[in-house]
């Protein structure tokens, strides 16, 4: 069976595609579990900096494949959105996301509707094309949002246009989404992939990557905590063991010496002792 995403790793960049284009890269439950896989692979691979994903031909992803008719939501494809009954075998897409210590850009260059604009809001960046349609659609199906979402989506955009977006249902433009904030820039197609990875190569040439999955993790982890005084626990030790670091060390003789630098630590190797802090 034909793989439903592509993988291509090049200058550090971890590109991977949606690869179903003639069923609009609708979602399937192989796809989730690749998707999974892949943004797996990516947090243990030093070799991958920063993670791209967009879709192949004219759509993103289209939502999930209902090509079974309202069966394709019924208990037997639970799995399609995360069973917790198998969460222990079934690798969650959305869990990986979170989990990966690289950043990730969110490539919309075509349509994105329920799981499919659901699947990007653990990313880090969004750019959407100006022939998008993004959709929340959920409550035009009789479902409800899926895949996290109702806890990422207010995250992002603030509660009031979350719940707006997703009580209508209805298709949004990309100039919509960008004035709510879900998306960083609307660019034509044809300058989408370019910028993302454009972005990208800013993170892997200016950025020390241990740095990076560190930042990630504490703006996720603690952007709704009510006070700042649980994240200083956290963030003045480990500011203080990397400043002994060598890639503090690089850091500042790259600027004093006007030139790129070239961080010695690895993500795989070294992050310091407090992380992760969430398990203690």
Do not use: H
């Not at 604009?117 to 998008?132: E, F, Q």
């Not at 990397?242 to 070294?270: C, I, M, Q, W, Y």
């Amino acid at each position: 069976m034909e793989s439903p995403i592509r993988c291509d790793l090049e200058d550090s960049i971890l590109t991977i595609t949606l690869n179903r284009p003639d069923k609009l890269n609708a979602y399937t439950a192989q796809m989730g579990r690749e998707l999974a896989l892949a943004f797996d692979r990516a947090d243990q691979d030093d070799a991958v900096r920063v993670v791209i994903v967009t879709g192949a031909g004219r759509a993103f992803c289209a939502g999930a494949d209902i090509s079974g008719g309202a069966e394709s939501f019924g208990a037997g494809a639970s799995v399609m959105f995360g069973d917790t009954k198998k969460a222990a075998e079934e690798p969650s897409f959305i869990d990986s996301i979170y989990r990966c210590r690289k950043p990730s850009i969110a490539a919309i260059n075509g349509a994105a509707v329920g799981v499919g604009i659901t699947v990007t809001l653990p990313m880090d960046i969004r750019l959407a094309a100006s022939n998008a349609k993004i959709g929340f659609v959920f409550a035009r199906r009789g479902l409800v949002p899926e895949a996290g979402s109702a806890w990422f989506l207010p995250r992002l955009v603030g509660l009031q246009q979350a719940l707006r977006w997703c009580y209508s249902g209805r298709i949004l433009t990309p100039e919509e989404v960008l004035r709510g904030g879900l998306v960083s820039e609307v660019l034509e197609p044809e300058a989408l992939l370019p910028r993302a990875r454009e972005i990208a190569r800013e993170i892997v040439e200016e950025t020390a990557p241990v740095s990076i999955a560190l930042t990630r993790q504490l703006l996720w982890r603690f952007s709704s905590e009510p006070d700042p005084r649980r994240i200083r626990e956290v963030d003045v030790p480990m500011s203080r063991e990397l400043g002994r670091s060598p890639d503090v060390t690089e850091g500042v003789k790259a600027f004093l010496e006007k030139r790129k630098p070239n961080f010695p630590g690895r993500v795989s190797t070294g992050m310091p002792s407090n992380y992760p802090w969430w398990q203690d």
